[in-house]
């Protein structure tokens, strides 16, 4: 069974995976209204990978006994100054969320609860994943500037699995 101050936490994490959801959707829909359909698509790809992290947390506090809550979530930016600066946004986010893992991982080694440690190794290997990717856009974002280059860019995002 899951200690009430770890299921806390976790919910906690539950509840800012299904915000990275809402604030990846929100940045897909600013590329939308910027014709950059690619990126869109990359964001909207992301915004369901959250929403499967979000479930990953609730099926472990329910495996565990434990009580699944949800609070509201909050209303995520709706306009970036540029697709650079949206894409900075989402990689200053995964690094929050890189901080937050690390940070429930130190409460699960203080519990001495294994299960809850081995569960949430694999969200520290996500969160590699997750920052490595955001920044590869990033920096190719700096390279092609505001250039035609960045409909090459967009095109090459589109095709995100």
Excluded: C
Excluded at 95 to 107: E, G, N, S
């Amino acid at each position: 069974m899951l200690s009430d101050k770890l299921q806390d936490a976790l919910n906690g994490q539950l509840n800012a995976e299904y915000y990275s959801s809402y604030l990846y959707l929100s940045m897909a829909a600013y590329f939308d209204s910027k014709n950059l359909s690619g990126s869109a698509h990359w964001m909207r790809v992301q915004a369901q990978e959250e929403l499967g992290h979000a479930l990953k947390f609730y099926g472990h506090i329910v495996d565990r006994r434990g009580r699944v809550t949800l609070s509201a979530i909050q209303a995520p930016p709706t306009e970036w100054k540029s697709p650079l600066a949206a894409f900075q946004d989402a990689f200053k986010h995964e690094q929050k969320v890189t901080a937050m893992i690390a940070d429930l991982v130190k409460k699960a080694d203080a519990d001495k609860d294994a299960a809850a440690g081995i569960f949430l190794q694999w969200f520290v290997t996500e969160q590699v994943e997750e920052e490595k990717q955001t920044d590869e856009v990033v920096q190719m974002l700096k390279m092609v500037g505001d250039s035609a280059q960045i409909l090459m860019l967009d095109a090459q995002l589109g095709k995100r699995e």
